[in-house]
């Protein structure tokens, strides 16, 4: 070591708790005051009062906004509720990229300031609920909504979920969905998700736990679909045993649209509280008809209408600033969905062609008719409209200086391509190929309006996509490929054609612009994917979109491609930069209920850019079956050419339990545990053996 001291490392610390709560006011309630507050005025209210606080109060919404409670004799404003995932789905608002796309950044900070300014924007436009964020876990990439959700792993999905949540409810209310098992759009209305109680708690619910007790969600949208066979809407497990006992929510349970509740007294005693958007089941007639029958009792109406005034109270609703309207897709903003959208492209494949350089002379060549196309997603409750989008060839226009630019359509004449440098088609999917499913709606529709979507049946892409793809490819020198889409799509049966693979996601409304810095190098991509993208769907779970009975495990995405060791075409947590990094210097300290992990990560390359570490943990000669490996931490690395810094990530005991259904609880068991780091989850390098007795840990 030389005698000056060694500069110190940047410290990167991987989640921040303070920073990433900071201002969630869900956090800041003081119980205590607002339980006295809430029963002095329940005292004084009549059975139909209490009544009226347990349904919307119209069917369609007004301005974009859905009313629910409220009593103006008792000086409760009405909740005013509105989608959703990807920004105000009220008027104008800003287009963000879709929430998988968000999630591919891997940067939780990022997560929050997008909830910061999704809930600004609506609490702007005189709304106080978010209907977000949807998280569900992504079982299979074939889910209509899959664009909608954040990721297949429940570790993943949790750090995002608290993060857009805390961000949101410094200003209004988040109500994350769908509880639970909505993992299947077509028949979401009618199937049963079948699960046994061990993959219920480990994998479908940690992230709603972590939403509740870690964010302080102030309410939870249940699911149209059953669980077990019982409509999830009036299930006694889900709404009352897990969410209010295990738990501990304080908050309300408001049910999904229209079919989201299924009976009166049967939903009231399991613990729905709000029948959405209207009322038709919560009806003073059939609640009064329920009482008198014996089938229900007051009680259980105080019990669900004082949950609902609680919020109303300890949000001071009545008294919530409206900021300025000017807010909505304010500069700010737009920066962020920029920013946002430009960390969550995922580089998948790049012969030495990208970045490109704007330099004279050099001939580019844009293909397709979606690089002209605004697609922000699907068309269901999550669609939002911006007052300008930049598309593909927007973007390329304005950033484009000195090089050339010209556009094909796709059923130009693309036999002239060969005279181009570069050739970048712009392929993928739209709200017809994906979507919520909205029996209503027609698949095709005009600007603006719901479709139908629904879940793929394919990975596929469309056939005329991927013709447009191998013609390209057929006549061009080099080949880049800009995927548009909510989820895995098969790309196996053209990727040795083309050069280089950027998916995209649904990039919201600053999309072009985006991808122009991206494609030039004004910044290096840095996604990574939230979602395995299987060969094809041979390597998954049977997958039929009809189906009314779905069966659950412990085993879908990684995890089944791992136990199956299937090679996927790209891996979960898979993304690659216009740099190089190297980790080591793997630390790992043992406190009293937790890891503290460091590892050192150097950009060993010759531009800036950012990679995410991944934390994976496999219990190894475990007594219980385990899959072979799960996520349990990752970490953001922002560094210049050359430069290290110390990514610290803090590992807790409650991440290492399985949950005994024996038990009915969560178990710390007695083996060896491999901690693994890395850059994806089939890229691992380094690992740390520990063995746990029951009470010492010893590395191993
Ligand atoms: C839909 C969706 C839900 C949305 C609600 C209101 O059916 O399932 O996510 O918030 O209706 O639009």
Known sequence: MSWQSQPLNKRIVAFDKELIHAGNKGLAIDHEEVAVEVDALMATMTLSQKINQLHGLQPASIDGFYYAGGDEELGLAPYKMVD???????????????AIGRAATFDVELERRVGLAMGLEVAAKGGNVILAPTINLLRHPGWGRAQETYSEDPWHMGAMAVAFISGAQNHVLTSPKHFALNNLEITRFDLSANIDVRSLHEVYLPHFKRSIQEAAAASVMSAYNKMNDVYCGEHPILLTDILRDDWGFTGFVESDWFLGTRSTAAAIDAGMDIEMPSTHWYSEENINEALASGELNEEAIHRNARRVVYQNVAWQIADMEVPDERVV?????????????EKSFVLLKNDKILPLEDTPGLKVALVGDLADTVNLGDRGSSFVTSSEVSTPLSGLQAFIKHASLHYFRSDDDLTRLGEFDICIVVAGLTYVEEGEFIPTQQQEVEEGELARGGDRETFALPDHQRFLIDTVAGVAKKTIVLLEGGSAIQVTDWLDKVDALLMLWYPGREGGHAIANVLFGNCSPSGKLPVSFPRSMDQLMPWDVNSLSVDHSLLHGYRLLDHQDQEPAFP?????????????????????DHFNVTVSVTNTGTVSGVEIVQLYVSCTDSTVFRVPKELKGFGRAELEAGETADLEMNLGDEDLRYYDPEQNGWVLESCSYDLQLGVSSRDLPLSSGWLFDGVEWQPV
Request: proline share 4%.
């Open 329 to 341: 897709e304010c500069e700010e903003h737009i920066a962020l969905a920029r920013e946002v959208a």
């Open 84 to 98: 959703g995932p990807r920004g105000a789905r009220a008027g104008m608002a800003t287009a963000f990229p879709v």
């Open 572 to 592: 979960f947590g898979f993304g690659m930069s216009y740099t190089t990094f190297d980790l080591d210097g793997l630390q790992i300290e043992r406190t009293a």
